[in-house]
């Protein structure tokens, strides 16, 4: 009998503690909107919840380029902890705060046309994430904590002012498409070779006009015709 009630208490605590969560999760996407002055508008616009009510996908991205930007991204994210897909495309965003490293169970992170020029180091966290989006954005290097994401199979990092990427890119050994079209590239880190799976990888429109021989015969199997579409002026 006692059993019995420890276990009706332990389903009581647990359905209270999901309720609170998902309470908790509209609340930080009510101020993320109310901080961005996006008025009138239902949360459930913008979200995905999962049975238990939890917001599992969070769409912020701008499909109204007129109004409602999103600018600032306030601590209040962190609270997302049951997110699995967050879109913030297409906005104005000139930083994220560190609280987006609380998003463990994340898998796929947008931030695609935006102004960000660096991420913070708490970005190291989301060891989950699947697939990255950075085209488009103000970069000029890599946080090292990237090198963590060991689930990574998709980066794409188009349009940014990257001159270079890090020594160790290689150990993103799960990468099967890198785009980097539209940077400053001047070389690669010979590590690159060790991306065995990699399946489509994009460098036109960068600076790789003198690659040592190793990495210059690794890039013409990859696309023989990388030199042409440098920017070797």
């Known amino acids: 009998?006692?059993?019995?009630?420890?276990?009706?208490?332990?389903?009581?605590?647990?359905?209270?503690?999901?309720?609170?969560?998902?309470?908790?999760?509209?609340?930080a996407v009510k101020a993320i909107l109310d901080?961005?002055?996006?008025?009138?508008?239902?949360?459930?616009?913008?979200?995905t919840k999962d049975s238990a009510g939890r917001i599992i996908a969070l769409d912020l991205t701008n499909k109204d380029v007129v109004k409602d930007f999103?600018?600032?991204?306030?601590?209040?994210?962190?609270?997302?902890?049951?997110?699995?897909?967050l879109s913030i495309e297409s906005n104005m965003l000139k930083s994220i705060p560190e609280e987006i490293g609380k998003l463990v169970s994340l898998r796929e992170l947008n931030l695609g046309d935006n102004e960000l020029a660096e991420l913070p180091p708490a970005i190291e966290n989301l060891t989950n994430l699947e697939k990255f989006d950075l085209r488009?954005?103000?970069?000029?290097?890599?946080?090292?904590?990237?090198?963590?994401?060991?689930?990574?199979?998709?980066?794409?990092?188009?349009?940014n002012h990257?001159?270079?990427?890090?020594?160790?890119?290689?150990?993103?050994?799960?990468i099967?498409?890198?785009?980097?079209?539209?940077?400053?590239?001047?070389?690669?880190?010979?590590?690159?070779?060790k991306l065995a799976?990699?399946?489509?990888?994009?460098?036109?429109?960068?600076?790789?006009?003198?690659?040592?021989?190793e990495l210059d015969a690794w890039m013409k199997k990859k696309d023989g015709r990388y030199r042409e579409y440098q920017k070797c002026f």
Request: net charge positive; charged share 20%.
């Open 136 to 159: 488009d954005n103000e970069l000029t290097a890599l946080p090292p904590g990237i090198l963590k994401m060991k689930a990574l199979w998709w980066l794409h990092l188009r349009g």
């Open 197 to 213: 799976n990699l399946t489509y990888f994009e460098v036109l429109e960068n600076n790789l006009c003198k690659l040592p021989a």
């Open 70 to 85: 999103i600018t600032k991204v306030p601590s209040d994210i962190g609270r997302l902890t049951a997110l699995q897909k």
């Open 176 to 193: 099967k498409e890198l785009y980097m079209k539209g940077n400053a590239l001047t070389t690669l880190p010979r590590s690159i070779t």
């Open 162 to 174: 990257l001159k270079s990427l890090p020594d160790n890119i290689g150990d993103l050994t799960a």
């Open 35 to 47: 901080t961005n002055h996006v008025k009138g508008a239902s949360i459930d616009k913008f979200v």
């Open 1 to 27: 009998m006692k059993l019995h009630v420890l276990l009706l208490v332990a389903l009581i605590v647990a359905c209270a503690a999901m309720a609170q969560d998902a309470t908790g999760d509209a609340a």
